[in-house]
């Protein structure tokens, strides 16, 4: 952060007299103390009897790589509803949302990422404007090495070994630093 969100005011890093512990933006002008935290990142992996969803990203980071739908929660929305958004609005999929899978501290970056699993009801994909080309890739299939984010790639590896053994039965966690 740069400004003040309150008065435009550039701000200075420093840690609150209030007993706080940590450096804040601080306001010179107005004194607002900005907090800034961790943002939650959400998405799903829709499965069609042993295929995955990937959709080729149209957009900036990563354009022309691989990702599952995901994307940033919105206010006044539940992190699984936002999930079930993302991949309507990336890939036009027809879907039951399932159980929470994995969890993902991405430490360096400030985020979260959530992601659910979900059943795809069939194949046909309408992709919004971020997404290049939604398709069903088999474990085989999957470009890994044109896999946009390693958060992704993780929940694949982790989607697909569950698989193998049969069983959903643990939410994943893994700190990414
Ligand atoms: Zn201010």
Redesign the pocket.
Known sequence: MRH??????S?VYRVPDDGDTRERAV??????IHYENPINVVGTIPVLDDRVLLCKRNIEPRRGKWTLPAGFMELRETAAQGAARETDEEAGAHFEMQDLFAVMSVVHVGQVHLFYRARLLDDVFDPGHETMEARLFTEAEIPWEEIAFRTVRETLRLYFEDRRFGRFERVHTLDIQ
């Open positions: 003040c969100r309150n008065c435009g005011t701000v306001c010179p002008s107005c004194n607002t």
